[in-house]
């Protein structure tokens, strides 16, 4: 049942474009799509082209070709394409769009454009007029030709002696010109020696600089952060106040230059009360 139905649909609808071909006197397909009559598919033309269609009118053109393309704006066919558009000899397009639906409604044709062979009228009217054939030359008299040879040979000898002159003076300008490069170049080896022998000298200073802070850094070293040490004692508790005294070397006069020293004395010592402490401490700044 459904063939049926699809069959007859297509039987109607062919009807009905054969009824509206035989009523309007045209095809819809023209319509649908434009057939470009002129130019012809591939043809090779002259300059201004003509363009005509069959179809929908009218339509948008645009020309194409030469890396561009040229909107010619809405046109009725026929419709002639000046010349000033084709700047150049080669293959050229035109496109027609419907104004409404460009994107269905449209054709193409691609066609050549040949140089013009255009022969200018004055060639024309000198080719026309006969040609006369060119009188014979007058050989000059044999003194006249002397001295023609003789004032030829005397500008050749002022062209020769101007020529030398230029070279001398190129071969001048050209030895200035080595002396100046060659005095450059020795003033530019003196500033280059002197540079050399400030950064030389430079050098030795600083590397003379860096032993003396090393040296400063290894005196610096070598001093004890303490000198003596010692601790408090109470020789007279029973004095009022009881006496007090820092004891900070033995009874021999040796001063305790450790804490080793300075504790060691320090136990046998009834009378301390103190643990050992510094008592000669190296001041920053002092030699």
């Known amino acids: 049942m459904r063939l049926q139905q699809v069959a007859g649909i297509i039987v109607v609808s062919a009807c009905t474009v054969v009824a509206t071909d035989l009523l309007m006197q045209s095809s819809l397909l023209r319509i649908v799509r434009p057939r470009i009559t002129s130019p012809a598919d591939g043809a090779i033309v002259s300059a201004p082209v003509t363009v005509s269609w069959d179809g929908a009118q009218p339509m948008e053109a645009t020309l194409t070709g030469n890396t561009q393309r040229i909107d010619l704006g809405l046109r009725e066919s026929p419709f002639e394409i000046d010349a000033s558009r084709f700047v150049r000899p080669g293959q050229y397009g035109i496109e027609l769009r419907a104004p409404r639906f460009g994107s269905v409604v449209g054709a193409e044709r691609r066609f050549m454009v040949r140089r013009p062979h255009e022969r200018p009228a004055a060639e024309d ?19 006249e030709a002397m001295s023609a040879i003789e004032a030829e040979r005397d500008q050749l000898r002022s062209d020769l002696a101007a020529w030398q002159a230029e070279v001398a003076k190129l071969r001048d300008d050209n030895a200035t010109l080595q002396q100046s490069m060659d005095e450059l170049q020795a003033q530019s080896d003196s500033r280059f020696a002197a540079g050399e022998q400030e950064r030389e000298a430079l050098t030795r200073d600083q590397l003379q600089t860096l032993q003396e802070n090393q040296a400063l850094r290894q005196r610096l070293d070598s001093i004890p952060s303490c000198t003596a040490w010692g601790y408090i004692a109470y020789p007279r508790p029973q004095t009022i106040p009881p006496s007090r005294l820092v004891v900070a070397g033995d009874r021999g006069g040796n001063v305790f230059r450790s804490e080793t020293d300075c504790a060691r004395a320090r136990n046998v010592d009834l009378t301390g009360v103190s643990p050992c402490v510094c008592v000669g401490p190296v001041i920053p700044g002092m030699p």
């Open 125 to 143: 009217s000198a080719a026309d007029e006969p040609r006369s054939e060119p009188a014979a030359p007058t050989p000059p008299a044999p003194g």
